[in-house]
């Protein structure tokens, strides 16, 4: 699987301060846990995904990076990965599995990396729930469509949205992701900001993408 905006956007984005023991659920290439390996110098982070090629490649990129100390792609999924670790975390990540209420695509790696049938939000948030520390963070991007119903979903496991970002594709078009964090402690405040990846041109980033991913990208 190629790396996409998404993952990247999340891997900057999330709150990685004080963790350490990070988990990514879905983690495909290792590219989220690859950067929060970058962005935090005490955490663990574990990376696991239910597609064994991926995690292949997830552990290969492990080992060529300069923090193979601190990084472990694991293949697994969450359901069994949540019955068989004692393990607690301070910050879970997550570009998982997004259309709920579409036609699968016909390669199958790709239906069960774009799908929900084999992790759905409601068993992502449950799991999640259960992993992480009083004092933990959750961080997903997802399709604005599904925004209202995990918000709801991780209310219902005692977990409350702290900080929302929608982004944009160009200025003047439709909001088409959102990044979630959200925390057991319920906030005084919801941080709530939008971010535009381009401007009207293709390939033309916005100051603030650059300013968000400008330590990821050598172009920037």
């Known amino acids: 699987m190629k790396v996409g905006t998404d993952a990247v956007l ?16 879905g983690c495909g290439c290792g590219i989220i846990a690859l950067m929060l390996a970058q962005r935090s110098e005490e955490a663990f982070v574990y990376a696991i995904d239910i597609d064994k090629p991926s995690v292949c490649q997830a552990a290969e990129n492990i080992r060529n990076s300069p923090w193979p100390d601190r990084l472990k792609a694991e293949a697994a999924s969450l359901q069994d990965f949540t019955v068989n670790t004692a ?10 599995p997004f259309f709920n209420r579409s036609l699968p695509a016909p390669d199958c790696r790709r239906n069960q990396a774009r799908h929900t049938g084999s ?7 449950r799991s999640a729930s259960s992993l992480l520390l009083n004092s933990g963070r959750i961080a997903l991007v997802l399709p604005l469509s599904e925004a209202e119903y995990c918000i709801k979903t991780a209310q219902d496991h005692d977990l409350h949205l702290h900080r929302k970002t929608l982004v944009f594709p160009k200025p003047h078009s439709a909001a088409k992701r959102v990044l ?6 319920k906030p005084l405040n919801l941080y709530c900001s939008e971010l535009t990846i381009e401007t009207e041109l293709r390939h033309d980033y916005s100051p603030d993408f650059i300013d968000l991913l400008k330590d990821f990208y050598l172009k920037f």
Do not use: C
Not at 87 to 96: G, Q, T
């Open 10 to 25: 999340l891997g900057a984005w999330a709150s990685a301060a004080d963790a350490t023991k990070i988990l990514d659920i």
């Open 87 to 96: 393990l607690r975390f301070d910050l879970i990540v997550s570009n998982p």
């Open 119 to 125: 992790l759905t939000h409601d068993e992502l948030i």
């Open 180 to 185: 979630l964090e959200f925390t057991r402690q």
